[in-house]
């Protein structure tokens, strides 16, 4: 399972032709809505700007297309500025939703997600599809005073933000890995299937196509695996079904196991040791825990607090000018915005 993309493209004609349609739209600059101390990891970075083109096959111009559309889309719904004001609570509901970091990586340096799909019951979709008839949240509104009601989409993708802005570039960081030169750019997921309901596996079709839309237009080939585990013998009906709503390259990224094969599969990817136990490893994680960090991430933050642990809530990085980075906490603690440091590490690198 090969984890690279092509990066650096070095004199890559296709890149480098994608850079200057970039350049001249003005969408490889910082983005608007982000302070300017904030590094610009998932939003304008060469790595995010390769993941569009090779999303697109190397098609500069359809890339162009995608990554104005994914702009777009942040600017309509006031994303970025959302990320930084969202209720820690909202965010922390959001994970419940959405396959999340363990804190863990894979044998080649990835983040492992995890994901119960048993907690997409019905109760859980229907507040999803109340929350599609609200206009959603715009920055205006906290201009005049009022309280961030998001939408259930705006939530995704502020969510998905800290899998690009924080997790993938906190990986990147560590050296522990065979290519420590080259950005991590995808996660690998782990789904739980054991609980899924035949009937509950119908009422997924809004859900899943509109989560597919946001994932392939905006966060494009961020995913390297999707291992459904513990899969019910009936899966390959209900997949059958939702396929069709699926954007077609992730669905090609799902491998599906039965609870036979499940623990042999995830260790030729996962040591023992960052495998949840619910598939046969060492690793004690359930759905919407926070993230618990190998040692090797333990170490290599210079943490402001004894406990080293990653709080709740949107988390992002900030560059100084003498070019030291620093993890900060944001969104909003009890109505109250957050903007603390809770780790610091070294870097050479300027963004």
């Given at each position: 399972?090969?984890s690279?993309?092509?990066?650096p493209?070095?004199?890559?004609?296709s890149?480098?032709?994608?850079?200057?349609?970039?350049?001249?739209?003005?969408l490889s600059?910082?983005?608007?809505g982000?302070?300017d101390c904030?590094?610009?990891d998932?939003?304008?970075d060469s790595s995010?700007?390769?993941r569009f083109?090779?999303a697109?096959?190397n098609?500069?111009?359809?890339a162009?297309?995608?990554?104005?559309?994914s702009?777009?889309f942040r600017q309509?719904?006031d994303?970025?500025?959302?990320?930084?004001?969202v209720d820690t609570?909202?965010?922390e509901q959001a994970?419940?939703?959405?396959?999340?970091?363990t804190?863990?990586?894979?044998?080649e340096?990835?983040?492992?997600?995890?994901?119960d799909?048993s907690?997409?019951?019905?109760t859980a979709l229907?507040s999803?599809?109340?929350?599609?008839?609200?206009?959603?949240?715009?920055?205006?509104?906290f201009?005049a005073?009022?309280c961030?009601?998001?939408?259930m989409?705006?939530m995704?993708?502020?969510f998905?933000?800290?899998?690009?802005?924080f997790?993938?570039?906190l990986?990147?960081m560590?050296?522990d890995?065979?290519?420590?030169?080259?950005?991590?750019?995808?996660?690998?997921?782990l789904?739980?299937a054991?609980?899924?309901?035949?009937?509950q596996?119908?009422n997924?079709?809004?859900?899943?196509?509109?989560?597919?839309?946001l994932?392939?237009?905006?966060?494009?080939?961020?995913?390297l695996?999707?291992?459904?585990c513990?899969?019910?013998?009936?899966?390959?009906t209900?997949w059958?079904?939702?396929?069709?709503?699926?954007?077609?390259?992730t669905?090609?990224k799902?491998?599906?196991?039965?609870?036979?094969?499940?623990?042999?599969?995830?260790?030729?990817?996962?040591d023992?040791?960052?495998i949840p136990?619910?598939?046969?490893?060492?690793?004690?994680?359930t759905h919407g825990?926070?993230?618990a960090?190998?040692q090797n991430?333990?170490?290599?933050?210079s943490?402001?607090?004894?406990?080293?642990?990653?709080?709740s809530g949107?988390l992002?990085?900030s560059q100084g000018?003498?070019g030291?980075?620093?993890?900060?906490?944001?969104?909003a603690?009890?109505?109250?915005k957050?903007?603390d440091i809770?780790?610091?590490?070294?870097?050479?690198?300027k963004n």
């Amino acid at each position: 399972m090969n984890s690279d993309l092509a990066f650096p493209p070095e004199k890559d004609p296709s890149f480098e032709a994608f850079l200057r349609l970039c350049a001249d739209k003005g969408l490889s600059s910082r983005p608007q809505g982000i302070a300017d101390c904030d590094r610009c990891d998932g939003l304008s970075d060469s790595s995010t700007l390769l993941r569009f083109l090779t999303a697109r096959k190397n098609d500069p111009n359809a890339a162009l297309g995608q990554l104005q559309q994914s702009v777009d889309f942040r600017q309509d719904r006031d994303i970025l500025r959302l990320y930084d004001v969202v209720d820690t609570e909202d965010f922390e509901q959001a994970r419940r939703f959405y396959p999340h970091w363990t804190g863990r990586r894979n044998k080649e340096g990835l983040p492992i997600c995890y994901f119960d799909i048993s907690q997409l019951h019905k109760t859980a979709l229907h507040s999803w599809e109340e929350s599609r008839k609200s206009a959603g949240w715009s920055f205006s509104e906290f201009e005049a005073g009022g309280c961030p009601k998001p939408d259930m989409l705006q939530m995704a993708s502020v969510f998905h933000d800290s899998l690009v802005r924080f997790v993938l570039p906190l990986c990147t960081m560590m050296p522990d890995r065979c290519h420590p030169s080259t950005p991590i750019s995808s996660s690998i997921y782990l789904v739980d299937a054991s609980e899924l309901g035949l009937k509950q596996g119908w009422n997924l079709k809004s859900f899943a196509q509109e989560i597919s839309w946001l994932l392939s237009t905006c966060y494009p080939e961020t995913i390297l695996k999707v291992f459904v585990c513990n899969a019910p013998s009936y899966f390959a009906t209900v997949w059958k079904y939702l396929k069709k709503w699926v954007d077609p390259s992730t669905a090609e990224k799902i491998e599906v196991l039965n609870p036979n094969e499940v623990s042999d599969v995830l260790k030729q990817h996962i040591d023992n040791a960052n495998i949840p136990t619910a598939f046969g490893g060492a690793f004690e994680f359930t759905h919407g825990s926070l993230p618990a960090p190998d040692q090797n991430i333990l170490d290599r933050l210079s943490w402001e607090s004894s406990h080293q642990t990653l709080p709740s809530g949107p988390l992002k990085f900030s560059q100084g000018i003498d070019g030291k980075l620093t993890a900060v906490a944001v969104g909003a603690l009890q109505g109250a915005k957050r903007n603390d440091i809770i780790a610091r590490i070294d870097s050479d690198e300027k963004n």
